[in-house]
C-alpha cells in the first residue's frame, strides 16, 4: 500500500536514488535530479460539532502550501474535483480521484470545543485504493491552529518521504529596514514559512547573527548595545537576555550552542588576534580552543559535539577546517578556488554547509564533512549565511541585491539545488537560523 511517485531521471549528472521500505510508503532519497511532482488533493477539512467552516478551509490551505513548497508535490485545484469529502467518515471514491490523475488525498476534519482544538487527518494512496498508515489526531488551541496544520503537513511528508518533515518549526532572523547606508536591524522570529511574526529586540542598536538552542527556546546574538560587540542569550518566550562576559578588553561574535544547550562555542579577538572559545553557560568559565596567528571564526558544532567546523585564514585565504571540540590540531576540508566562509554541520552529520566567494559571485553549497563531493546550489551577487532546516533536508539563507539600496531577502533551497524560493517576510531580512522541530 504505497504512494507510487515517479522520479524523471535527467540525461546529464542528475540522478535519484529510491528505497522500498518493506511495509510503508515509498522513500525517497534525492541526492541529485529532477522529481516531477506527485499530484496530492487536499479538501476543505470537515467541520464537527459546531465548529468553523473557515478554519476548516484555512486548515487545508495551510497543508496544502506546506506539501507545494518543497518542490515534490503538486496540488490538484478544487475546480477539479469530481466529488468532495463532506463526512471524515465516508467512504472515499477512488474511481473520482484518479480520474482526475490524483496520487494521494489528504482528508481531515476539525472539532472546536471553547477555545480547544483538534485535528485529525487520514492520508489515501488512490492507486491502491487504500489508507496509507492509521489516521492522527493533533490537539492544541485554536490560537495555534496554523501549528496544528503543520504538524499534518509534517506527518504527511514523513509518511511519502520516509524522511522527518520541517514544517512545525521556527527561523530567527535580523529583520532589516531603512536606506542601506543606515540600515536598521532588530531580530524577529516567525513560523518557517513568514507566519506569526514577533520582534524580540528593537532597533536602536545593530544586532548579528542570531542562533537558536537545541531546544528552540533561547537564542544567542552578537549586538553592538555598547559600542563594541559582546553576546547576548535571549529567552524567545520572555525576551529576557543577559550578557555572557569574555575577557576584559577583548570583542567576542560569532556564538553558536552546542548540541546539549550548556556551551556555546564563539570567536574571541584580541588585539590583532581571533581564536576560537567555548564557554559553559551555567559558570560563564571560557576555554581557549585555538591559538594559531590567525582569523579562526563562524564555528558550528556537528551534531554529535565532538567536532566543530570553522573558518580561517591560516593558509593564506579563507577555507574551512575540522577539529575536535577540544581543540587540538585542525583539518582543512575545502580545497576548491576561491574562499569558503560561515560553514554550519547538516543535523544529520553527513554535510558541511558553507557560503563560497569565487570570480566575483557568492554561493551557497554543500561538501561532505572530509571535504569530497562539494556542489554548489545557488549563485547571485551576494548569498551568504546558510541555516538548515531541522531534518536536513533544505537549506535557508539570504541574498542581496545589487544596488546603492540592495535588499537583503531570505531563501530557501532544497540540498539538491532544486526549488529555489524567497521567504516571505514583511521587511528585508538576513542571518537566518532555523529552530529544531517544536515540541
Do not use: C
Request: hydrophobic share 35%.
Amino acid at each position: 500500500m504505497m504512494v507510487r511517485i515517479f522520479i524523471t531521471l535527467m540525461a546529464l549528472v542528475m540522478t535519484a536514488t529510491l528505497s522500498l521500505a518493506q511495509q510503508g510508503p515509498l522513500r525517497i532519497e534525492i541526492t541529485e535530479g529532477v522529481i516531477e511532482p506527485l499530484p496530492f488533493a487536499t479538501p476543505n477539512f470537515v467541520a464537527e460539532n459546531g465548529s468553523s467552516v473557515e478554519m476548516g478551509a484555512q486548515l487545508a490551505r495551510v497543508v496544502a502550501a506546506d506539501l507545494q513548497n518543497t518542490g515534490l508535490f503538486r496540488e490538484i485545484p478544487a475546480t477539479a474535483y469530481i466529488s468532495n469529502v463532506t463526512d471524515f467518515g465516508s467512504v472515499i471514491q477512488y474511481p473520482d480521484w484518479k480520474a482526475i490523475n490524483a496520487q494521494a488525498l489528504v482528508t481531515g476534519a476539525v472539532n472546536v470545543s471553547g477555545n480547544n482544538l483538534t485535528v485529525k487527518f487520514r492520508l489515501y494512496d488512490i492507486f491502491s485504493g487504500a489508507e496509507l498508515g492509521n489516521g492522527l489526531q493533533f490537539q492544541g488551541t485554536t490560537e495555534g491552529w496554523r501549528r496544528m496544520a503543520h504538524k499534518v503537513a509534517d506527518a504527511v511528508y514523513s509518511r511519502v518521504t520516509g524522511e522527518a518533515g520541517y514544517f512545525d518549526s521556527r527561523v530567527v532572523f535580523v529583520s532589516e529596514t531603512g536606506p542601506k547606508n543606515k540600515r536598521q536591524k532588530r531580530l524577529a522570529v516567525m513560523d518557517y514559512d513568514g507566519a506569526g511574526l514577533k520582534y524580540l529586540t528593537d532597533s536602536r542598536s545593530l544586532v548579528l547573527a542570531p542562533r537558536f538552542s537545541p531546544t528552540g527556546d533561547r537564542v544567542l546574538y552578537t549586538s553592538y548595545e555598547t559600542g563594541f560587540p559582546r553576546i547576548y542569550v535571549l529567552d524567545v518566550g520572555s525576551v529576557q537576555r543577559r550578557v555572557l562576559e569574555s575577557g576584559e578588553g577583548s570583542i567576542s561574535f560569532a556564538p553558536r550552542f552546542s548540541p546539549n544547550g550548556q556551551t556555546v562555542v564563539y570567536s574571541q579577538a584580541t588585539g590583532s588576534n581571533t581564536d576560537i572559545y567555548t564557554m559553559d553557560i551555567a559558570s560563564g568559565r571560557s576555554t581557549r580552543l585555538t591559538s594559531a596567528p590567525s582569523i579562526e571564526t563562524a564555528p558550528s558544532y556537528s551534531p554529535d559535539g565532538n567536532s566543530i567546523v570553522f573558518e580561517s585564514d591560516r593558509s593564506g585565504a579563507q577555507q574551512l577546517y575540522i577539529m575536535s571540540a577540544n581543540g587540538g590540531e585542525a583539518k582543512r576540508i575545502s580545497f576548491g578556488q576561491g574562499r569558503y566562509g560561515t560553514p554550519v554541520w547538516s543535523p544529520r552529520g553527513d554535510l558541511v554547509a558553507f557560503t563560497k566567494q569565487s570570480k566575483g559571485r557568492f554561493h551557497i553549497g554543500v561538501m561532505r564533512v572530509d571535504g569530497s563531493e562539494e556542489r554548489l546550489l545557488t549563485a547571485s551577487f551576494l548569498d551568504e549565511g546558510p541555516t538548515w532546516s531541522p531534518n536536513g533536508r533544505v537549506i535557508m539563507f539570504h541574498r542581496e541585491t545589487q544596488g546603492a539600496d540592495g535588499r537583503s531577502t531570505l531563501y530557501s533551497v532544497d540540498i539538491t539545488g532544486r526549488n529555489l524560493r524567497p521567504v516571505r517576510t514583511p521587511e528585508g531580512g538576513s542571518d537566518p537560523s532555523w529552530s529544531p522541530l517544536q515540541k
